[in-house]
């Protein structure tokens, strides 16, 4: 699998905001909006979060590394269509390239 058919797969948008800092009263501060493309799959899941407890998620984001050739970087408490992200994965080729991540919200 290669970075086209990922992008090829991924025929659907979202709105990822960038967690950047917590401000003076402990709240999340976020980046500019940016449209990114994705593959969402709606489904109950139970997953493990960032402290290592079992909680649902209910959307499954495909999101491919590279889009339009610039990087995308995602991670934990960043937001994806207004949702706090609670959990991402890597998905990687036969060389263990990132070509992709799995974003559980």
């Known amino acids: 699998m ?3 058919i990922i992008n090829d797969y991924c025929n659907e948008s979202a709105v990822l905001l960038s967690k950047t800092d917590n401000n003076e009263y402990c709240e999340s501060e976020f980046s500019a909006p940016v449209n990114i493309k994705c593959l969402k799959d709606e489904k109950n899941r139970l997953i ?4 290592g407890l079992t909680v649902v998620s209910n959307t499954k984001y495909t999101i491919p590394f590279k889009i339009d050739n610039q990087t995308i970087t995602i991670k934990v408490d960043d937001k994806i269509d207004g949702s706090i992200i609670l959990s ?3 998905l990687k080729d ?4 990132i070509i992709g991540y799995e974003v559980y919200v």
């Open 94 to 97: 036969l060389d263990r390239n």
């Open 48 to 51: 493990k979060d960032k402290q």
């Open 2 to 4: 290669n970075d086209s």
């Open 88 to 90: 991402v994965s890597t």
